[in-house]
């Protein structure tokens, strides 16, 4: 039997799967595209999105094979990477639901509202939020160097798209986006 830390991040990988389909499916369904156009460097736009799985993966898989890639981190770093990984993904979720059909990997084609309720109402960017909890929490869990600097890569170039969609939110909502920014802190 897995130790429990391992187990619980393994049922929530399960969750968070479940939930990219079903936010995935309720997209496609609008007939809308999940694809927008990148908001930074194509190269660095792909390369974030695939560090930012590529530095997921290993938790999951030392957290269902311990002994994957070198003994496990001590109990304590797994016991706070599971509950960083936990909080990352809740985060995330409620960001998905929030923005629900608006949702979009890059900037979106089509007009779109700005988002302000839910977890909007207190973080700008509480998707981005949640993808920086979930790296963290992979470093933590397997703090093996290669994931560290994929993780690092990724959290620096999700960075790069947070400052470039701001630009972009300025210039699609103008004042109602400069009011909202004085009242609303950028992650928490």
């Known amino acids: 039997m897995l130790p429990l830390p391992n187990l619980i991040v393994a049922i929530v990988f399960i969750i968070m799967g479940l939930g990219f389909l079903a936010m995935t499916l309720r ?3 609008t007939e ?3 694809v927008g156009k990148p908001s930074i460097h194509p ?3 792909y390369s974030g999105k ?3 799985f590529l530095s997921w993966g290993p938790e999951l898989v030392k957290a269902i094979d311990p002994s994957f890639f070198g003994p496990e981190a001590p109990l304590w770093m797994r016991w706070a990477g599971t509950v960083v990984l936990c909080a990352g993904t809740l985060v995330l979720l409620l960001s998905f639901f929030n923005l629900g059909a608006s949702l979009k990997y ?3 084609d089509s007009s779109t ?3 302000t309720s839910g977890l909007y109402r207190y973080s700008r960017h509480p998707l981005y939020l949640g993808v920086f909890l979930l790296t963290f929490s992979s470093m933590i869990y397997f703090p093996n160097i290669i994931n560290i600097l994929i993780g690092a890569w990724c959290i620096s ?3 790069m798209m947070i400052i470039a969609e701001e630009r972009f939110l300025a210039d699609r909502f103008g004042l109602e986006w400069e009011f909202y ?3 609303v802190r950028r992650f928490l």
């Open 43 to 45: 190269f660095l736009f």
């Open 113 to 115: 509202q700005l988002k």
């Open 27 to 29: 997209i496609v369904k």
């Open 106 to 108: 890059g900037l979106p």
């Open 50 to 52: 695939v560090t930012m």
């Open 157 to 159: 170039t999700h960075y």
């Open 181 to 183: 920014k004085k009242k």
């Open 32 to 34: 809308d595209s999940i």
